[in-house]
């Protein structure tokens, strides 16, 4: 099967009822997105298929068809995408789990809601848990991460 | 604090070693030389060295060995070190570092001991410091008990003002010049003349100098670090997918594996079928377990299906099958002698003889920690060796545990610790390490990662005990005049000890926690612990027995106000003893505006726990809508005695309150036919975004010593949520959780 994958074709020599995440983490080494739940209630395992947000712990390898980018394909310790540095500036993360998966779900949703209303925010980011409940700054960093868009 | 630093003086001793390239500093211990994990051949007999930190051609490296679970602790620690060096945290490394016992942890301890923490007394004072003894004789490399930071601060800061010292020295020895002369700045040191030398370059230099006894430490007003928000030294990893947890472990070759244990806890397995696993795709090896079966495969997705796909012949549970039955267990244990009545003051049974003006019974469920990364391990036998690889909250305890099922000497461990996805207590347990060691025994050679799945690990957790509580209470012109408290819960300390092998001796403080030593002053006023037995495993989650008793306590309090007919905030100020406590509530009480007028519907509710130390009060206000209630704000003020990381402080507290709030809402678990009936986040939920409220944060500094902040954010949620539901509907709910008695608005 093949796959592209952060810019990069792959080929993953797998059963395609597998979930692209497990695909990812343990065939192709790409660790970023995460394993929470396995049924899509936690938003852990979120990635971009053609720029979209999608749960890669449901999504089986086979009917994947796009281009698939995960948090280390939107940007990189030294080159951060927008919505990244909007998490650092705010000091999002505390254990870290979750946010790849948050970070994915709101530049999905910036890419499409320039500027989102916090109903906006709600909808696209209450599909991803956060047990360390880092939602107060996971809002200002969603707002903080619209405005540096618009100024790009 | 005189006391305790005296005692932890003389026992250690700040000093430095040689290594390859360069330096470490840290302590000499001469009483119980414990490996020093850093140095390949101490010397037999000799006093080792535990180092916080190495300097050498790489630049500094500086060990934090607690686990990272999300508290900010790798950061504050490092600045503790930093602070003392002039360095900045964005020039050093930070590293967890090994497992030793050497990096025991004092202070964990210290909340076990019978005497309220408003209790400065010198009795008191003498107790906690001899607390340490034992800390250190079981060199417990432990995080929890929201104790890294008060342990770190003093030692921390001195190793690194001891390294800044000797670098001073090589200095001047390099440059020719005098010493006095000399200062340091962001990792060198300079001359009047403006010359530089990095903390590199002198390192092989310094390793041969003498190490100051007690370097003096930079009065707080010099601090450049401390005392300030720093950026946390995680968080460009953790926002890029980079950060290290151990389900990202990746070694050559390795395979994947995952476990089915019983669902009815602790029965053994009679016999399983694992035909139809083995012609699986991908599945490489079925290991059989004591209570279980763990299915290796080349990708733990193939492993997750085969272990499905498993038929096992499971054996009973030792214990009630079902949850109703593990709350008259807790209820009976009223009925037989107490385990502890560490507050009776004056005469609680003449103050009630004539009956109470109030009592009621209030509940608790079984919680699980349910961490967002699911626990897990990864794990290589080869040579008589182990490697283990797991975010843990205790690697000393993971040494011992996997050189006993190797039967290998703990010399022939190593536990590397990653992040952690996630603590909360769920990973002070062992269980996790065990199955992958036991996974790693099976395949020699090869390294295997196991992983639960979500449903493994709610369903085999090592839980919050439920707990019961009972009151009665006397008013006597507005105040308070008795009020007997007795509470009843399955006993954490028997429970989790026995799984580190350790006799417990004496009453289990955890379940009175934060009940019997609130600095409230009732004339007629008892506190007394019961034990239940233990049923499902139990353990430490956030904030331990202060988790229930806070909601209990401070439930009882509102109720006690409101049948007074006084103000929740003036009846708390009226009883209260302790004036750092009164200065948190009354810095929640501006803050959130209390007493203004509210619009309809909507309610406020106060609450106050002392635990861990620090007192915090929240304000919750809520929202009576057609649709239930929502939580709209908290407002939280706490007195850590010295802030060193203000917006880490205000992290922990909004991860405390949302951590409370959810499981006051929405959290419980519950048993059928012996087995957990949660099973993932669609039944065993907690707050989403949209249902998150505003959360504003005070941060005080008029304590006495220095305090840790990972818990006591989370005790004071549920009783102030519950308290601002009575506000705005009447209803007073006595149980957890909430929604049991009343509907939410939890749509997103």
Known sequence: MKLKVNGRDHEVDVDGSMPLLWALRDELGITGPKYGCGIAMCGACTVHVDGRAVRSCVLPVASVQGEVTTIEGLGTPESLHAVQAAWVEEQVAQCGYCQPGQIMSAAALLAGTPSPSDAEIDRALSGNLCRCGTYPRIRAAVHSAAARLREE | ?748
């Not at chain 2, 900045?88 to 909340?111: M, Q, T, W």
């Not at chain 2, 340490?132 to 930071?149: E, H, I, N, W």
């Open chain 2, 1 to 748: 604090m005189g006391r305790a630093l005296k005692i932890t003086r003389r026992v250690l001793l700040l000093g430095s070693a040689a290594v390859a390239g360069g330096v470490v500093f840290g302590y000499w211990r001469y009483k119980t030389p414990h490996d020093n994990p850093l140095l390949e051949n101490p010397q037999a007999g000799e006093a080792v060295l535990t180092p916080y930190v190495r300097i050498d051609a790489a630049g500094v490296t500086i060990i934090t060995p607690r686990a990272e679970m999300g508290q900010g602790v790798h950061t504050t620690l490092a600045a503790m070190v930093a602070e003392e060096l002039d360095i900045g945290l964005d020039s050093v490394r930070v590293e967890h570092g090994p497992a030793s016992k050497a990096y025991f942890n004092a202070a964990i301890f210290e909340e076990a001991v019978p005497f309220a923490a408003t209790d400065l007394s010198p009795v008191a004072e003498r107790v906690r410091g001899v607390t340490r003894v034992p800390a250190k004789f079981l060199g417990m490399q432990l995080t929890g008990g929201s104790s890294s930071t008060p342990d770190a601060f003093v030692k921390m800061r001195k190793a690194g003002a001891a390294a800044r010292d000797v670098l001073l020295t090589a200095a001047a020895e390099a440059l020719g010049a005098d010493k006095a002369s000399l200062r340091t700045e962001s990792g060198t040191v300079v001359s009047p003349d403006g010359q530089t030398r990095s903390y590199a370059s002198l390192a092989p230099l310094a390793a041969g100098i003498t190490v100051p006894r007690d370097p003096e430490l930079k009065p707080r007003s010099e601090w450049k670090l401390l005392g300030r928000s720093q950026p946390r030294v995680d968080m460009l990893p953790k926002c890029t997918g980079t950060a290290e947890f151990s389900i990202d472990v990746r070694l050559e070759n390795m395979l994947y594996a995952t476990v089915r244990r019983n669902p009815r806890l602790g029965g053994g397995m009679r016999g399983f079928d694992d035909s139809a696993a083995r012609s699986m795709t991908g599945v490489k090896d079925v290991v059989p377990l004591a209570d279980g079966v763990a299915v290796v495969a080349s990708n733990t997705w193939y492993a997750l299906q085969a272990a499905r796909a498993m038929s096992i012949d499971w054996e009973p549970a030792a214990y009630p099958e079902d949850i109703e039955q593990h709350f008259l267990a807790v209820l009976s244990a009223f009925e037989g002698d107490y385990d502890s009545r560490f507050h009776d003051e004056g005469n609680v049974d003449a103050a009630l003889i004539e009956g109470a003006d109030l009592e009621g019974e209030y509940r608790a469920p079984y919680l699980a920690h349910a961490t967002m990364e699911p626990v897990n391990a990864v794990a290589w036998w080869r040579d008589g060796e182990l490697d283990i690889w797991a975010g843990n909250q205790a690697p000393t305890q993971a040494v011992k545990d996997a050189a006993a099922l190797a039967d290998i000497d703990e010399d022939k461990v190593r536990v590397h610790t990653t992040y952690l996805g996630g603590g909360f207590g769920r990973r002070a347990e062992m269980d996790f390490i065990k199955t992958a060691v036991a996974v790693a025994l099976a395949n020699e050679g090869i390294p295997v990662k196991t992983t639960w799945s979500r449903e493994e690990d709610m369903t085999h957790d090592a839980y919050r005990p439920l707990a019961v509580a009972r009151f009665r209470a006397k008013l006597d012109e507005e105040a308070a005049s008795a009020l007997d408290l007795s509470l009843a819960a399955p006993s954490v300390f028997e429970s989790q000890f026995s799984r580190l092998d350790m006799p417990t001796m004496g009453p289990d403080i955890s379940i009175v926690q934060s009940a019997w030593d609130q600095p409230y002053g009732i004339p007629n006023h008892r506190v007394t612990g019961y034990r239940a037995p233990v049923m499902l495993p139990v353990s430490s989650w956030r904030s331990v027995g202060a988790s229930q008793n806070g909601f209990f306590h401070e439930s009882i309090v509102d109720e006690l106000a409101h049948a007074a007919g006084k103000d929740p905030l003036d009846f708390r100020l009226e009883m209260l003893t302790d004036e750092v406590s009164r200065g948190v509530i009354e810095a929640v009480a501006t803050l959130s505006d209390w007493g203004a007028p509210l619009s309809p519907g909507r309610g406020k509710g106060m609450a106050f726990v002392l635990s861990f130390g620090v007192p915090t009060a929240e304000v919750v206000e809520v929202v009576d809508t057609p649709n239930g209630i929502r939580v709209l704000n908290v407002w939280a003020a706490v007195d850590v005695g010295t802030a060193l990381d203000p917006k880490n402080i205000e992290a922990q507290l909004q991860s405390g309150i949302n951590f409370g709030l959810s499981a006051a809402i929405m959290s419980e678990i519950t048993l059928s036919n012996a087995e957990i009936e949660q099973s993932n986040f669609h039944n065993y939920d907690a707050l989403r975004l949209a249902q998150a409220p505003n959360i504003e944060v005070q941060v005080l500094e008029n304590g006495h010593r220095i305090r840790g902040i990972g818990e006591p954010g989370t005790p004071p949620a549920a009783p102030a949520l519950g308290n601002a539901i009575f506000a705005a509907t009447g209803q007073r709910i006595r149980e957890l959780p909430f929604k049991r008695h009343v509907r939410f608005d939890l749509a997103s």
